[in-house]
T-cell receptor, first 115, second 112 residues
Framework: NAGVMQNPRHLVRRRGQEARLRCSPMKGHSHVYWYRQLPEEGLKFMVYLQKENIIDESGMPKERFSAEFPKEGPSILRIQQVVRGDSAAYFC?????????????FGEGSRLTVL | QKEVEQDPGPLSVPEGAIVSLNCTYS??????FMWYRQYSRKGPELLMYTYSSGNKEDGRFTAQVDKSSKYISLFIRDSQPSDSATYLCAMSEKTSYDKVIFGPGTSLSVIP
């Protein structure tokens, strides 16, 4: 499967727990983007990463959220001490190197439910 | 004012109708304009892509960009039930990476 792979597809957490969402970009893509989608809202940019570097995290909440894209392995979006407002679909997208044209390839998303 | 505005619908049309979807935006620095289609419980997929102003046609789909009015449109001819999805307009500035800003999406149902 050459597409963007996200897991888990569904995740249930209780308030105060941690959520870890993983994303493997398309083969040959080294740029990863995370977006959050809330009901009735569009996709909101969170963070853009390259291998071992956070390039743009202007959309990330200042607290409890972090992202990484290590040299080996998938990109991880980590949410600490989750609250009900974190319930959303989190999408990962990738693009080829230096494209800058707006063409993103999305995964199927990880749906987080906070009880 | 939101950066990108889009009528959320829902929009319901009979099969074979022409569908018009629209977005307005406020950031004059946007250079790339896209339409993504998102089926229920799936990730968005790129449908149409246009650089700067003008029209682009791909089969039953036509995308129009009017930068002077900050207005973009997507037309779907001979709509099919398989076109039932949420359509997200999207745009980005001309940078070295793809920080794409999305509209809230319009939900479309094509009734057989």
């Amino acid at each position: 499967n050459a597409g963007v792979m996200q897991n888990p597809r569904h995740l249930v957490r209780r308030r105060g727990q941690e959520a870890r969402l993983r994303c493997s970009p398309m083969k040959g893509h080294s740029h990863v983007y995370w977006y959050r989608q809330l009901p009735e809202e569009g996709l909101k940019f969170m963070v853009y990463l390259q291998k071992e570097n956070i390039i743009d995290e202007s959309g990330m909440p200042k607290e409890r959220f972090s992202a990484e894209f290590p040299k080996e392995g998938p990109s991880i979006l980590r949410i600490q001490q989750v609250v009900r407002g974190d319930s959303a679909a989190y999408f990962c997208a990738s693009s080829p190197v230096g494209q800058g044209s707006g063409e993103l390839f999305f995964g199927e998303g990880s749906r987080l439910t906070v009880l | 004012q939101k950066e990108v505005e889009q009528d959320p619908g829902p929009l319901s049309v009979p099969e074979g109708a022409i569908v018009s979807l629209n977005c307005t935006y406020s950031n004059s620095a946007f250079q790339y304009f896209m339409w993504y289609r998102q089926y229920s419980r799936k990730g968005p997929e790129l449908l149409m892509y246009t650089y700067s102003s003008g029209n682009k046609e791909d089969g039953r789909f036509t995308a129009q960009v009017d930068k002077s009015s900050k207005y973009i449109s997507l037309f779907i001819r001979d709509s099919q039930p398989s076109d039932s999805a949420t359509y997200l307009c999207a745009m980005s500035e001309k940078t070295s990476y793809d920080k794409v800003i999305f509209g809230p999406g319009t939900s479309l149902s094509v009734i057989p």
